[in-house]
């Protein structure tokens, strides 16, 4: 599958690229818990916190360094950068290259994770994105 290329996010939105694939942990989860899935795979650089679909935050692997394991994680949680469904793509991409994360969390106005912008780990396309505006979750 060929992705969406960043260049081509002119009149876009987050929603034609939203990587909608939910591995969103409970908002219960303890920091040993997000450990232990950033240690399942060496691609995931944002965990996100979600309770019943309500967006509670994102952490990185680092954000959990120093904390105690038993833990609740949702503290520690970070709540922005986020984006909304409508925002144009640009800043979606913009947003998702913070800090070298390469994902935003998607976010409408009732608090709704609705999902990720992620771009590829080269920088040159939107993950989960066919060419054209076919989307894929």
Known sequence: MTGLKVGDAAARSAADVIHT???????????ADVRDW??????????VLADEGQFVGWL???????????????????REPTVAPDAPLDEASRLALVDG??????VDEAGRLLGVVAVTEDLSAFCGVRSGSDRRG
């Open 38 to 47: 950033f240690a399942g795979s060496s691609h995931r650089r944002m965990a």
């Open 101 to 106: 994360m390469r994902r935003v969390p998607v």
């Open 60 to 78: 990185t692997a680092d954000d959990l360094a120093d904390a105690d394991a038993d833990a609740p994680a949702a503290p520690l949680a970070r």
């Open 21 to 31: 694939r939910n591995d969103a942990l409970p908002g219960s989860a303890t920091v």
